[in-house]
């Protein structure tokens, strides 16, 4: 009984004192905390507000918020869906991208890669990087766009529109139009 009582104390203060290295080693390392993420939440399914109306419902499977960055932003790099909601909650446009980031002080979205967008009247607008801005309530590109509607397609680069993507403008553009010969 003694030699099972000094083997289990010799035991246990060999495990304290390596972890203890273990924990001043790990503490060290993160000393500070600007560049890791405060918090991440996995299968989001959310609503935004703006002065107390709900804006956005954004869908993302993983968001990481980065509260001690300069200027500090929330992430979502593993794709997300963000539908822009007027007063009644209809959706007015819905955008996909492979990466998002918000940046709180900007009040900025910055979408990137595989950039799908919607509007109400089901036009579908693809590009590599839109902003939008809250403050401004524009969505924006200098990227290359293309913007399918009905009956035609229109190419350009820079784009510019207000949120619901229902009025825009297009800068260096191009386009399939359809010709109807006259007789």
Known sequence: MYLATVILAVVSSFFSWSCAGKDKQLGAAITNRD?????????????????????????????KIFDQMKPPFYSMEKGVLLEIVDTLMQVESTLKADTAYFMNEQELWHLRHNVHAENIEKEEFDTQELFINNRLKKMYSDSLINIKQDKQIIIG???????????????????????TESK
């Open 157 to 179: 680069r820079g784009f510019e529109s207000n949120t619901s993507m229902t009025q825009y403008t297009i800068r260096k553009t191009e386009g399939v139009f359809p010709v």
């Open 35 to 63: 560049s890791t993420s405060v918090i991440t939440t996995r299968g989001v399914d959310m609503y935004i507000s703006e002065n107390g109306v709900v804006r956005y419902h954004v869908i993302a499977e993983e968001w």
